[in-house]
């Protein structure tokens, strides 16, 4: 089955604690993002990728790194979460720039 | 930058009715328009999408319309039902910059 599979689902932790959000696509779709959803504000990108080993910043990129050393794999990591990154978080994929954005089930992270 | 505004944030209609959200977007070069549903607790899904080179489409009860001199594009939904309760969203896309723009969300919501 085509998918992305976030990981974890939900997640609380605290400030200072770094962390990783692991996004996986077995589609093979060579363009990845990260977004954020906060009420009211919509989806935000965080960062994209165009390939492998090609990342650059979306919209809110602050505070957030990503790699993309594998076609398959974007991670999302927050080397010092701060409560202003309480979201949740949206991994996609799509075939090239302009494709269907294949979105994962949502991670929920809670920084206290 | 594109910059993409979603109208109204909230939009109640009887079983039946039809609906409208409307969007604009500011980046005269971008070309691709989708539209995302997503259900409460769920992960967004493209319902449709157009292109700048269609004024129109229509798939069943879902049509979308683009006006590319005024830069706005529109979702009607006709004869609504309760399980087109959800929040949608609007993207514009400018494949020059690779970067996709959501707006803010509308919570659609058909009473029976």
């Known amino acids: 089955e085509a998918q992305v599979t976030q990981n974890p689902r939900y997640l609380i932790t605290v400030t200072g604690k770094k962390l990783t959000v692991t996004c996986s696509q077995n589609m093979n779709h060579e363009y990845m993002s990260w977004y954020r959803q906060d009420p009211g504000l919509g989806l935000r990108q965080i960062y994209y990728?165009?390939?492998?080993?090609?990342?650059d910043k979306g919209d809110v990129p602050e505070g957030y790194k990503v790699s993309r050393k594998e076609k398959r794999n974007f991670p999302l990591i927050l080397e010092s979460p701060s409560p202003n990154q309480t979201s949740l978080y949206f991994c996609a994929s799509s075939l090239g720039r302009a494709g269907i954005q294949h979105f994962g089930d949502g991670t929920r992270l809670s920084i206290l | 930058g594109e910059n993409v505004e979603q109208h109204p944030s909230t939009l109640s209609v009887q079983e039946g009715d039809s609906a409208v959200i409307k969007c604009t977007y500011s980046?005269?070069?971008?070309?691709?328009f989708p539209w995302y549903k997503q259900e409460l607790g769920k992960r967004p899904q493209l319902i449709i999408d157009?292109?700048?080179?269609?004024g129109e489409k229509k798939d069943q009860r879902i049509a979308v319309t683009l006006n590319k001199t005024a830069k706005h594009f529109s979702l009607h939904i006709t004869e609504t039902q309760p399980e087109d309760s959800a929040v949608y969203f609007c993207?514009?896309?400018?494949?020059?910059?690779?970067?996709?723009?959501f707006g803010t969300g509308t919570r659609l919501l058909v009473s029976p």
């Open positions: 990728s165009m390939n492998v080993e090609v990342t």
């Open positions: 157009i292109r700048s080179n269609v």
């Open positions: 993207a514009a896309l400018n494949t020059g910059f690779q970067k996709l723009v």
């Open positions: 980046d005269s070069a971008s070309n691709y």
